[in-house]
């Protein structure tokens, strides 16, 4: 048999072939080190930064900002290159005879192109068109690798996938400690299911059962891992969520201004959002005027257009009131939401609006006080004041 059909598993080799589970494996440790590299980070700065989060939605109507762009493109091109041996070695399994640089190059240059400077549609094409070869090299089986003696230690191990590292421990495989550190990032779920298909031959190694022994072992430590971590996952969740907010509870009555702090973000937060989300905004003395693409207004579900609406309520408020707070409720503000409108930028048509009768809203508030009606009722009846338009007239 040729050199190039010969089983190859070494990461960075463009020699021979691999099989399916090879191939996942490599693309599972690419996958671990963008949630380090881009993913995990990117999550953290828009997290404490509403500036730039303002930016990224801008950009669903608009290019995404330059920086997050290269940045992208740049973990790109780190993941191709890391991932072409393992592209190429695959490919040729696939194809059992010779090389296709015809189909290395497709898989090659298909993520790139979702980075070109064209339509969104066409953006979604590529990334589609890429995910599906990178599905389809995963799944189909390889002709090579087909006709070789399947491993009877390389197996999923349910065990290590939902143990990891406290599996890791019990069969001396020290490299699910990883783990520890990936619980923070988005790279943790690709590394449970990393070591569900490497685990066997992590244990293996270190093992001195026979195969049969090693094989028992593993099926029983698969049951007690499957059955005790979800349900040991739910209770520590439970338990850190309670604690947690007893904490932050104590917290912040001894340190007052984290208060205003957090409110501070929040009201900067919704602010920046809403700002990006219209293509303009004006208040005059008797309207609050926001102005948004007809054809954005038009692909909303319903209940985005309702939740949409509630931002630019709460938007309003906050520019009319510097001490605005929750615990005033929408009381005093019934007046300032009968001003807010939406509208086309395409005819100026009215897309969204609201109303409700100051007296009748007095009269209501009352009534739900005094417990004459359910909050459910109470809300409904409020809600009624929003009229939505659903067919507005299009470019």
């Known amino acids: 048999m040729s050199n190039n059909f ?147 230690v390389a197996k999923f191990n349910w065990g290590a996938m939902f143990g990891t590292w406290i599996w890791g421990l019990i069969n001396k495989s020290y490299i699910t400690l990883l783990a520890i550190p990936l619980f923070f990032t988005t790279g943790f779920i690709p590394f449970m299911i990393l070591c569900g298909i490497k685990g066997n031959e992590w244990a293996y190694e270190s093992n001195k059962k026979t195969l049969e022994e090693f094989h028992k072992s593993q099926s029983l430590q698969a049951g007690i891992f499957s059955a005790i971590i979800p349900i040991l996952f739910i209770i520590l969740s439970t338990i850190g969520l309670v604690a947690g907010t007893f904490a932050l509870a104590e917290y912040l009555d001894k340190h007052p201004t984290t208060i205003k702090k957090l409110e501070s973000y929040t009201e900067k937060m919704i602010k920046n959002t809403t700002e990006a989300r219209f293509k303009q905004i004006e208040f005059t003395k008797d309207e609050y005027k926001f102005y948004l693409d007809p054809v954005d207004w038009k692909k909303l579900p319903k209940q985005s257009k309702i939740n949409l609406f509630q931002v630019v309520e709460s938007y309003v408020v906050m520019s009319v009131d510097k001490n605005y707070s929750k615990e005033k409720g929408i009381a005093p503000y019934i007046k300032e939401y009968n001003k807010i409108k939406i509208y086309s930028t395409y005819n100026n048509e009215i897309l969204a609006e609201y109303y409700f009768d100051e007296q009748k809203y007095d009269e209501l508030t009352q009534k739900f006080k005094n417990k004459e009606i359910s909050p459910k009722e109470y809300v409904k009846s409020i809600t009624q004041g929003l009229k939505l338009n659903e067919n507005p007239t299009l470019p």
Do not use: H
């Open 6 to 152: 010969e089983e190859n598993n070494k990461f960075f080799s463009q020699e021979g072939t691999i099989n399916r589970r090879t191939y996942i494996t490599n693309f599972l440790i690419v996958e671990i080190l963008e949630s380090i590299l881009y993913v995990t980070p990117l999550i953290l700065i828009l997290m404490f930064n509403p500036d730039i989060m303002s930016e990224i939605l801008k950009s669903q109507t608009e290019a995404l900002p330059r920086w997050i762009n290269i940045w992208g493109l740049c973990t790109i091109l780190v993941e191709i290159s890391l991932l072409y041996p393992s592209i190429v070695k695959r490919i040729r399994d696939i194809s059992g005879n010779q090389d296709n640089p015809n189909w290395v190059m497709l898989a090659v240059i298909m993520p790139l192109l979702v980075y070109l400077p064209v339509p969104a549609i066409i953006k979604q094409l590529f990334s589609g068109m890429s995910f599906f070869i990178v599905i389809c090299l995963m799944a189909m089986k390889g002709k090579i690798s087909g006709e070789r003696p399947k491993s009877e």
